[in-house]
């Protein structure tokens, strides 16, 4: 059989594979960009094992990102610099606020909601951190709060980026398996909520063991009116969110048209407002090209470099390897959690999945997993990894913008990873969390 056939193979690599991968860690200790050193690596490993033609390499990179779906990654990094330009972004926080005004730690939660609120407009990570971070980790010190904690919350509440639809990484992981992304979005759903209900129990428990927060001091008919105040002066903001959401999951716009529909209202949006002016496209263009630019090189890098990681064998190899070790199909996925995990520690999401999903993928199909569930999956465990210590990229970025100490941030940060962990393990045993919200033919 198939199985046992894989079992008896050894993962055997040459040089061309440790020279480029011992390349690749090099040029990222000394601080070059990811794109480049995956450049570099790709070329290395292409010249060494005569896999591709290095002729061909300059039509891989630009055929590998000529793709429509990835129109809407530059769209939605623009929608979400729009928002936060626009003040669109403080209407989420003062909503958010005014549900959970009503209870203790009710500002620290509110810090969770607008996480998932912008997660669900950017679908980034990283930009969520900055953006919520600037709002609300001096109003949470001055709530109660340890600043190292706050940034902390704050860290693992953006981590929502990637997890909540609509994502730039389904959008990647969707590309490179082939998968399709409007599928991929409405899988999410339930995983990416989950996730959000971890970190808001996870803070509401810390919160009531530290006596951190107070709060809670307002009558059911205080809370309706405050609320209703707050809706009233803020419900324009959920257009966006809205649309994208009823666009792609009605089936009327792909995730590519949302996006644009959403850059549209959301720009039309700060004009009527009057906080949006045509002085500020300039600096708004530049922002926002700036962060896709990180992104598409290194998609254009990563493909002819999967391409040639197939072609020498190594997802072969690795299936391989790991089958020969154990058969039983939980500890597998429990193997691949933990490798997840740790390259979200110390890696961007985009060449993770570009790298890791064709190797790990073949791993899945070899124990059945569902594709649908083994994205969910992948995407869930990086996202973990970006505030797992010391590495996460989440830690670095709010002590970026509050000078705390990536090391207190990151012991903070414990607590959230550990049920943010479980979840994951959830999603990783059963499949329904995945693929209950589609159709048969999925499941």
């Known amino acids: 059989m198939m199985w046992q056939q894989l079992g008896a193979q050894t993962l055997e690599l040459g040089w061309d594979f440790y020279a480029s991968v011992l390349l690749f860690i090099i040029l990222v200790a000394l601080a070059v960009p990811v794109w480049a050193a995956i450049g570099a690596a790709t070329i290395c490993m292409l010249v060494m094992s005569g896999a591709l033609p290095l002729s061909l390499l300059g039509e891989k990179l630009f055929s590998g990102i000529d793709a429509f779906a990835l129109t809407a990654v530059p769209l939605f990094i623009l929608t979400g610099d729009v928002l936060v330009r626009t003040g669109l972004s403080r209407k989420f926080l003062d909503v958010a606020e005014a549900l ?106 810390m919160n009531r063991l530290n006596l951190w927060e107070g709060g809670g001091i307002m009558t059911a008919a205080e809370w309706r009116a405050n609320l209703w105040r707050t809706l009233k002066s803020g419900w324009y903001a959920f257009l966006v969110p809205g649309i994208i959401f009823y666009g792609i999951f009605s089936g009327r716009l792909t995730p590519t048209e949302a996006g644009a529909v959403a850059v549209v209202v959301t720009i039309a949006m700060g004009f009527l407002l009057g906080t949006l002016k045509f002085s500020d496209f300039p600096a708004m263009l530049v922002s926002s090209a700036k962060v896709n630019g990180v992104i598409l090189p290194i998609i254009a890098f990563s493909i002819p ?139």
């Open 100 to 205: 959970t005004c009503w209870a203790k730690g009710g500002f620290g939660s509110a810090t969770v909601l607008v996480c998932g609120m912008f997660a669900a407009i950017s679908g980034s990570d990283a930009a969520g951190a900055a953006a919520v971070g600037r709002m609300t980790i001096d109003r949470l010190v001055e709530s109660g709060y340890p600043r190292p904690y706050a940034c902390a919350l704050v860290a693992a509440g953006a981590c929502t980026g990637i997890l909540i639809p609509p994502s730039i990484a389904y959008i990647i992981i969707g590309l490179v398996l082939g998968i399709a992304v409007s599928t991929l979005f409405l899988a999410a759903l339930i995983p990416g909520l989950l996730i959000l209900t971890a970190i808001l129990v996870t803070n509401i428990v």
């Open 305 to 443: 470099l999967a391409e040639a990681l197939a072609i020498i064998g190594v997802p072969q190899g690795f299936v391989g390897a790991l089958t020969s070790m154990t058969s039983n199909e939980y500890a597998l996925i429990a193997i691949m959690v933990l490798i997840l995990v740790a390259a979200g520690c110390v890696m961007e999401t985009t060449p993770n999945i570009v790298i890791l999903a064709p190797i790990l993928y073949p791993l899945a199909q070899e124990i059945e997993m569902n594709q649908i569930q083994f994205c969910i999956m992948m995407i869930t465990a990086l996202g973990v990894g970006f505030i797992t210590p010391p590495l996460g990229l989440n830690l670095f970025v709010v002590s970026g913008i509050t000078g705390e100490s990536i090391l207190k941030i990151a012991y903070r940060a414990i607590p959230f990873v550990f049920f943010m962990l479980i979840v994951t393990l959830m999603i990783a045993y059963i499949p329904a969390f995945s693929t209950s919200l589609l159709p048969d033919v999925y499941r």
